[in-house]
Every structure is written in C-alpha cells, then in structure tokens.
C-alpha cells in the first residue's frame, strides 16, 4: 500500500512541477517579432499601402505623388472603437465639407476590419469616402502603425511623407496641415520643382 501512495505522490509532485513550468513560460515577454510595431514619426516615408476596397478587391494605394492629388489625407478607425464611434459623425460633416475649388486631396478611410463590415460602418455614418481594409496586411507593413491608434488621422505629402499626424476629433488642425502642404506642393510645382521630382 505505502509503495502505491509513493507512486502517486510521486505523479502528484511531477504534475505540479510541470505546471509551474507552463505558467513560468507563459508569463515571459512575447518575443520581438510579435512586438507591435512603432508608430511612424513625421518626416517618414510611406510609399503605398495594401489592402482590399469595399468589394473586397486586392488593391495598393500609392501615397507618393500620381500628378493628380497634392495630399493624402488617411483616417484610421475600427468599427468596435468606442471613440471612432464619438467622433464618425464629424468625420461625413468634414468629407462632405471639402471645397471643390481647393487643390485636390486624396482621404482614404482605413482599417483593420474586413471589408464588408468596414463598408457597413461608413454607411452608417454616411462617409463620402474611398475605404481601405487592410485586414491581413496590418501586422508587419506600412499599416500596422497606422491602425496603432483609433481614430487617428494622417497627413502626407505628395512624396509620402508623413507631415502630420493628430486625435480623429482634432479636425481644425488637420485641415490647416492639409492646406500647408497643399500649398508647399503647389509652389513646387509652379516652380518646375514638381516636374523635376516626377522625371526622376
């Protein structure tokens, strides 16, 4: 009888140990490459993002200049974000207050949900805007510090680089970061210095 209750206590101090031993691995830091990945810093360059449209289209959107727009205006926002939610009515006032005599912007609504949902959402919300779901492309790419933070806007240049970047509610100071690049652009290219950067 004892040897059986040596057995068992045995199994019992062997099933204990194995169990510490989960719990200490599973408590370590996640290594590297699952870290998030660092929010971009203004003056960095983001040549094109990769995603699916509304119809669940396979699509890159190029941020650098395409001779049409002189800016690319990006919204990050999830439909489960409490705070995209508060401020999803400014943002159709703020697209459908765009002035039709002011240099051409590009705005490009992007998220980590999947298209038809994300499509639902703006609909919601009546946003006049080109969406990007970047669902499955958001965790090693250019698009992973862009959906780092909810509701987040981005402005970038015609080159793609990140001019500024500001809190979805923070609507006033986006659209005067617009207008400067807009016009920095513009002077550029009446000076001929756009046409030297398209040549190259």
């Known amino acids: 009888m004892k040897r059986y209750q040596d057995v068992a206590l045995f199994l019992l101090l062997l099933a204990i140990v194995a169990q510490t031993l989960h719990v200490m691995v599973r408590a370590q830091p996640a290594d590297d490459t699952t870290a998030p990945a660092p929010t971009a ?39 489960a974000c409490a705070f995209c939610d508060a401020v999803a009515p400014e943002w159709a006032a703020h697209f459908a207050a765009e002035d039709p005599n002011a240099a051409p912007v590009r705005r490009i609504a992007v998220t980590r949900e999947v298209p038809e949902p994300a499509a639902t959402y703006a609909q919601q919300f009546n946003w006049d805007i080109d969406l990007l779901s970047v669902s499955g492309f958001a965790e090693t790419g250019p698009e992973a510090f862009l959906l780092s933070r909810t509701p987040w806007v981005y402005v970038f240049d015609p080159d793609g680089v990140l001019r500024f970047d500001a809190h979805g509610a923070d609507l006033e100071h986006v659209d005067r970061a617009v207008a400067e690049v807009t016009s920095v652009s513009g002077a550029a290219r009446r000076s001929g210095v756009g046409e030297m950067s398209e040549v190259k």
């Open 41 to 79: 810093l203004i003056g960095d360059t983001v040549p094109a993002l990769t995603g699916y449209t509304e119809d669940s289209v396979q699509t890159t959107v190029s941020l650098v200049a395409d001779g049409q727009h002189a800016a690319t205006v990006v919204y990050a926002f999830h439909p």
